[in-house]
């Protein structure tokens, strides 16, 4: 009865710390908007950077060729090539390979990375068969998606600002990354020109415009979350260029960074955060992405064995393990519908070290992943509120005229195979949108949009066209 009694006080504890209520994601989302604002305007002290990414067009539908796309950011990065057909024909052709990153790649030389992927696309380009075509005389063209913050210099250059999500790699920080691969393909003797340099989420709203011309927003939810959108370039006054002839400019928010003393941090955060390989960064990121959300549901686990024995006398010394549990794992306990929980029970033996647990501890652990995912679910919820928002699109507009239909491309392994995370940002966006606005807002999977998004911006900044 004791133990029950600290279990109780511990979730009650954890339901309190990491709650989200509505009115708080209202804050957040003002507190996002302004934060949005400060980096526009090249406030060093933002915690939004709004990178500009010197894509002032989105695909029109009218590209075609052969292009290849490169996608490094996680764990796996992507090789691609498609063949564009134009307006008619669309995507003619389309093949891709996806190439593990050995962990200490992760943590080694900018150069052994780089040889790395380049040997990997090197290898992808000697299987190109008779279905693509590249015209003669002509040299393939790449559009890199490379998903870590990037000072931009041109559509085809950039210089790295830092690492994040796990990489931790000593001389590329304020190395231009498009000349990191170059001369690692030309170390190959590959022969290929990167004609885009592009982070994830532009790829992906670029490749959800592609699909539908409504898209006006992408945001990442896998190992990090990031967001990119159309901001109308006279609305940039950080940005001393010409005015793009169309007027707009795609803004890379970099909103894994953002901090506000809103967002309901809890000691499990706090202490993640300062084991981390980045401590004081990405603290949004921490709280939502799939590199996080098991660490911390493990944390709370560990809290639960310390303070109220809920595996027993014993603390497991699995438990204990920073990033045993992962996110993967996570859901799959968290989505187990089973009378007696034994998928959730297989995993705690699995990844915990613990046999035969009660039905009530498997309940109560499920309840520790249903929170964790929840907050994230709503706190990005929050963040895509104040995309709409900065954009004017968070409402009917007030002269009885139409809103807009509006679409956000999503992506990322933690929104796409994590469907409770989904379905609870799907309802929370809806709960803020209320009823007449959020029938003209769809979220929307653009599954790999990103690769294709960089092919596409590849043609289009085409030293041909
Ligand atoms: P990246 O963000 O590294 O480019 P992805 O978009 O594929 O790659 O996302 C991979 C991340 O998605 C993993 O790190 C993991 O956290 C999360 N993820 C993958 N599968 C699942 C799953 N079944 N349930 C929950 N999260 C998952
Ligand atoms: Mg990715």
Known sequence: ADR???????????????????????????????????????????????????????PTGDEHGLFYALDLGGTNFRVLRVQLGGREKRVVKQQYEEVSIPPHLMVGTSMELFDFIAAALAKFVDTEGDDFHLPE?????????????????????????????????????????????????????????????????????????????????????????????????????????????????????????????????????????????????????????????????????LKLAHDASLFGDVVPTKLEQPFVLRTPDMSAMHHDSSHDLKILGAKLKDVVGVPNTSLEVRYI??????????????????????ILKKLGRDKVPSDGSKMPRTVIALDGGLYEHYKKFGSCLEATLTDLLGEDASSSVVAKLANDGSGIGAALLAASHSQYA
């Not at 279990?7 to 509505?22: H, N």
């Not at 002290?45 to 010197?54: G, N, P, R």
């Not at 990037?150 to 990354?177: A, C, H, R, Y």
């Not at 652990?365 to 104040?386: N, Q, S």
Request: glycine share 10%.
């Open 4 to 58: 029950k009694r600290r279990v109780a006080a511990v979730i009650e504890e954890v339901e309190s710390r990491l709650a989200t209520p509505t009115a708080l994601l209202r804050s957040i989302s003002d507190a996002m908007v302004s934060e949005m604002e400060r980096g526009l305007c090249g406030d060093i002290h933002a915690t939004l950077k709004m990178l500009i990414t010197y894509v002032d067009n989105l």
């Open 137 to 301: 005389g002509r040299q393939r063209e790449l559009g890199f998606t490379f998903s870590f913050p990037v000072n931009q210099t041109s559509i085809s250059s950039g210089t790295l600002i830092k690492w994040t999500k796990g990489f931790s790699i000593n001389g590329t920080v304020g190395e231009d990354v498009v000349s990191e691969l170059s001369n690692a393909m030309e170390r190959q003797g590959l022969d290929m020109k990167v004609t885009a340099l592009v982070n994830d989420t532009v790829g992906t709203l670029a490749g959800g415009r592609y699909m539908d011309n409504d898209v006006v927003a992408a945001v990442i939810l896998g190992t990090g979350t990031n967001a990119a959108y159309v901001e109308y370039a006279n609305a940039i006054p950080k940005w001393n260029g010409l005015l793009p002839r169309s007027g707009n400019m795609v803004i890379n928010t970099e909103w894994g960074s953002f901090k506000s003393d809103k967002l309901p941090l809890s000691e499990f955060d706090k202490a993640m955060d300062f084991e981390s390989l980045n401590p004081g960064e990405q603290i949004y990121e921490k709280m939502i992405s799939g590199m996080y959300l098991g660490e911390i549901v493990r944390r709370i686990l």
């Open 365 to 386: 652990t499920r309840h520790i992943c249903d929170i964790v995912a929840e907050r994230g679910a709503r706190l990005a919820a929050a963040g895509i509120y104040g």
